[in-house]
Nanobody
């Protein structure tokens, strides 16, 4: 069992940055690939980024490559999403997830409650 709590969302102007954090509890965190997803109003939830259990490998949605960076600190049981050069199209509720499979074939098993990110133009 893994419980996930996101934080760090907020309102930012276009071009700005935010850093999301996801604090995990449970013994399996360090063995789990982790990821970030987002859901904009009236849209499907979509994959944003994923990281392997070791932190050595990552995967990104094409539209965030070069702007977002996922990382993790297994000692702190926390995964991060650094978001730079934000645009209004990045506005969404961002969810942290723990995978039941690899970071490459992500299968979300546990979800956080989400944190709102709003980017103003």
């Amino acid at each position: 069992q893994v419980q996930l709590v996101e934080s760090g969302g907020g309102l930012v102007q276009a071009g700005g940055s935010l850093r999301l954090s996801c604090a995990a509890s449970g013994r399996s965190f360090s063995n789990s690939a982790m990821g970030w997803f987002r859901q904009a109003p009236e849209k499907e939830r979509e994959f944003v980024a994923a990281i392997s259990w070791s932190g050595g490998s990552t995967k990104y949605k094409d539209s965030v490559k070069g702007r977002f960076a996922i990382s993790r600190d297994n000692a702190k049981k926390t995964v991060y999403l650094q978001m730079n050069s934000l645009t209004p199209e990045d506005t969404a509720v961002y969810y942290c997830a723990a995978s039941a499979a690899s970071y490459q074939n992500f299968e979300a098993r546990y979800w956080g409650q989400g944190t709102q990110v709003t980017v103003s133009s």
